[in-house]
């Protein structure tokens, strides 16, 4: 995800609720004041202007498997999960193995 993707205050609340942490959270993966994200937050649908703090915001989309999605093909722009159902399961599958926890020596 790039951070020519334009991203908005309603794109970084959108993007939180959908991975369920609070702004305190977010603003740290993001290295941003959590004011900042909040006064970015309450600007509903006006763009972030600043190129640095939009790539901040997307860093912390990323950082937590969030992908903004731009306005196309007659769609308004939105956020997602990066992984689908399919791969979440598989995920899951492969947490749920149990066993002993231990260093493989692998990096």
């Known amino acids: 995800m790039g951070a020519d993707i334009e991203i908005t205050g309603r794109l970084v609340a959108a993007a939180r609720n959908l991975i369920g942490v609070n702004v305190d959270v977010f603003a740290r993966a993001a290295g941003l004041p959590v004011d900042l ?7 509903g649908s006006a763009r972030v202007n600043s190129e640095q703090q939009a790539i901040a915001l997307h860093r912390a989309c ?6 903004v999605l731009d306005e196309r093909d007659g769609m308004g722009a ?3 999960l990066k992984f689908t159902r399919q791969d979440v399961k598989q995920i899951l599958r492969l947490e749920g193995e ?7 020596g692998n990096p």
């Open 37 to 43: 994200v909040n006064r970015i937050e309450a600007s």
């Open 98 to 104: 149990g066993g002993i926890v231990a260093s493989d």
């Open 62 to 67: 990323e950082h937590f498997g969030v992908v």
């Open 78 to 80: 939105g956020v997602r």
